[in-house]
Nanobody, 125 residues
């Protein structure tokens, strides 16, 4: 059974960095596409970043985080990370890790089959 467990959220000041982690205890995470989404209060869930299955270098980012966030994976730890640098108040949201049943990278939430519980990231100005 797939179970995604996120960690690493918190409260930081603008300009700071955070690293989110998403561990999959149920299977070989390396073979499937994984993504990060976020949802701010009163807004729809939006795509942040994704990484292709069987790859550590094929990634895609939303325009709002490109150049500041980096998605990566450690296959030995069955974990996907989201390194967030130069955080802005508008990055404040609940961040969700998601995984597909396929290696193909997608950017829409309904293409993902499995979801973590979410972790809060709050950036103060």
């Amino acid at each position: 059974q797939v179970q995604l467990v996120e960690s690493g959220g918190g409260l930081v000041q603008a300009g700071a960095s955070l690293r989110l982690s998403c561990a999959d205890s149920g299977r070989t995470f390396s073979s499937v596409a994984a993504g990060w989404f976020r949802q701010a209060p009163g807004k729809e869930r939006e795509f942040v970043a994704a990484i292709r299955g069987w790859s550590t270098s094929i990634t895609y980012y939303s325009d709002s985080v490109k150049g500041r966030f980096t998605i990566s994976r450690d296959n030995a730890k069955n974990t996907v990370y989201l390194q967030m640098n130069s955080l802005k108040p508008e990055d404040t949201a609940v961040y969700y890790c998601a995984a597909r049943s396929s290696a193909v990278l997608k950017t829409t939430a309904n293409e993902y089959n499995y979801w973590g519980q979410g972790t809060q990231v709050t950036v103060s100005s």
